[in-house]
């Protein structure tokens, strides 16, 4: 069973362990647990990577209509983990116990179903977050990311158009300067730059109109 459910010995909130992933840094998620009950009972955790985490308690007693918090610590990391995911699991295992049982009286086999007891269980998933909200939410990220292409290409675009203004200015006064009349400047040479300039500013125009966001 999940966290949350209803008629139980114990509910835990919240019903998901997170975590913010931060490079050589340890993160924790703190684990509220209610007895919902007249009875004392006992609790033990239990995790698929007991190497990657500290659990404390992660043994205890709750008292009747009391609770206790769980801080559960996720080692620090060396890299992130591939696409963020995590299929690490917990278990969280509580049983009803005699009053005023102290954890360090615990039986070896409290937690055992093969015990006769009634163990109840409550299964939490992990889940791997970025340290902020802005990179904690892939489609955030990816519109954050596909906002900042689009400005940069509305930079490039604008850059575009003045270079493309001020090339037809210069072709423009070229032009002129070609059918003058007595002008001792013009040659073979002169003709052939005014061709090139020709060239790059109908390049830059065409790079302007086919540019995403010039509407």
Not at 41 to 55: D, G
Not at 89 to 99: A, H
Not at 189 to 204: D, N
Request: glycine share 6%; with cysteine; proline share 6%.
């Amino acid at each position: 069973m999940s966290a949350g459910g209803g008629n139980r010995l114990i509910s835990v909130q919240p019903d998901e362990l997170k975590f913010q992933i931060e490079l050589e840094k340890q993160s924790f998620c703190d684990l509220k647990v209610a007895n919902n009950t007249e009875h004392h009972v006992a609790f033990k955790v239990k995790t698929t990577s007991p190497k990657k985490y500290f659990v404390r308690p992660n043994t205890g007693v709750v008292q009747p209509w009391d609770s206790c918090i769980i801080r559960v610590t996720l080692q620090a990391q060396r890299e992130y983990p591939a696409d963020m995911h995590c299929k690490d699991k917990f278990l969280l295992q509580s049983t009803i116990v005699p009053p005023n049982t102290d954890v360090d009286e615990l039986p070896s086999d409290a937690f055992n179903k093969e015990s006769g007891r009634t163990i109840e269980e409550c299964k939490l998933k992990v889940i791997y977050m970025f340290p902020n909200s802005a990179m904690g939410n892939p489609e955030d990220e990816k519109n954050s990311q596909n906002s900042t292409a689009v400005q940069r290409l509305k930079d490039e675009r604008d850059i575009a158009i003045r270079q493309t203004h001020q090339l037809q200015q210069e072709l423009g006064m070229l032009k002129r300067r070609k059918y003058r009349k007595g002008d001792p400047g013009f040659s073979f040479t002169f003709a052939i730059f005014v061709g090139i300039i020709g060239i790059m500013a109908g390049f830059l125009l065409n790079l302007t109109l086919s540019s995403p966001g010039t509407e």
